[in-house]
Structures are given as C-alpha cells and as structure tokens.
C-alpha cells in the first residue's frame, strides 16, 4: 500500500538526509497504528527514487568535443556551461566582427565630427553610420554562431548518464549527442 502522503520531491543534495529519515524516521508514521508492543521490521520498509524529468542533450552543431565540464553524478544549475565543441575559428570570428566594430565606431565618430563641420555630405555620412551598424550584427552573428558551439543545461539537476568524451565527432545533430541526461528526482516510501 503506498502512502502517497508521504512522498515529496527532493533535491539531490537532500538525497542522503532522505533515505536516512525514511529508515530511521519514517517508519513510525508509516506504523503509528500499531501497539508499541509490535515490533516494527525495518526490512519491510522500501524506498524508490524516480526522475521526475530527464533530458537528452543535444549539439545544434556537429563537431568534435574540446572540453567536457561535467561527469556522471555532478549536480548542475540550468544554464551551466556543461561541454564545449571545438570552436577556434568561431572565435576568431568574433575577434574580428569586434575588431571591425570598433574600428567602424571610431570612423563615425571621425566623421560625425566632419559632417558637423561640414566637411562631408549626409551621404558619406549615412554609409559610415550604415558601416557601423552592419558591423554591430555581424558581431552578434559571430557571437551566436560561437554560442551554438557551447553546450549548456537546460534544467536544474543532476547528470545520470554520459556516453561521449574530448575528442569524439558529434556528426549528425539528431543521432549523435552530448548524452548527459539531467535528472530531478522524486522520492517516496512506502510499506
């Protein structure tokens, strides 16, 4: 008979504290209708623990893994960067969309200074400025496309499985995956 009042959800850091309370603890809940003179058999007492969520995580990209910041039983917060895919031409992508940004924004600001002084027309003018702005989302392209190369977790939880390691092709997005299934648990006892 499960006692559905006694089940909660807990954390993992709970984990140990909880199978302790439901050996020791618990069992006189579960038996307060008894007589103090019936002896109570612990061994009676089972307890379950099911993930209540697990996830499959998944490159946006294939490619080869460089780092891997997680291993099987390691708590991790949603947002967590969990593994990185090879990712130096990425970055240096983004190093010069930003270097060309930069330069873009001190050409505006040199030629602000002439169309003031009227020195150039609105239309020069206008194709710096236009420059500058086509360099700012060029940057943030290169950020994304670095971004996609960063694995993350999606939830609070803890990593329960892990099947790849630095080195391996994630080829194809929807068959080959960082397999690090992220679990929150439920826990419940019952007699």
């Given at each position: 008979m499960i006692n559905n009042y006694l089940m909660k959800t807990i954390t993992m850091k709970n984990y140990l504290l909880a199978i302790l309370f439901c050996h020791f603890f618990l069992s006189t809940l579960l038996f307060a209708d008894e007589t103090p003179s019936q002896t109570m058999d612990m061994t009676k007492l089972e307890c379950m623990i099911e993930p209540i969520q697990q996830v499959d995580i998944s490159s946006e990209v294939p490619g080869v893994l460089s780092d891997v910041k997680v291993d099987r039983g390691d708590v991790v917060k949603k947002g967590q960067l969990i593994a990185r895919l090879e990712s130096g031409v990425e970055k240096a992508r983004v190093n010069v969309a930003k270097a060309k940004a930069e330069f873009n924004k001190r050409k505006l600001a040199r030629n602000d200074?002439?169309?003031?002084?009227?020195?150039?027309?609105?239309?020069?003018?206008?194709?710096?400025?236009?420059?500058?702005?086509?360099?700012?989302?060029?940057?943030?392209?290169?950020?994304?496309?670095?971004?996609?190369?960063?694995?993350?977790?999606?939830?609070?939880?803890?990593?329960?499985?892990?099947?790849?390691?630095?080195?391996?092709?994630?080829?194809?997005?929807?068959?080959?995956?960082?397999?690090?299934?992220?679990?929150?648990?439920?826990?419940?006892?019952?007699?």
């Open positions: 200074d002439m169309y003031k002084k009227e020195l150039i027309s609105l239309q020069e003018r206008d194709e710096v400025e236009t420059e500058w702005r086509v360099s700012i989302m060029e940057l943030s392209e290169a950020k994304q496309v670095y971004e996609q190369r960063q694995l993350r977790s999606p939830i609070n939880g803890r990593v329960v499985h892990q099947n790849t390691d630095v080195g391996e092709f994630t080829g194809d997005v929807m068959c080959q995956h960082f397999s690090g299934q992220f679990s929150k648990y439920f826990f419940g006892c019952f007699k």
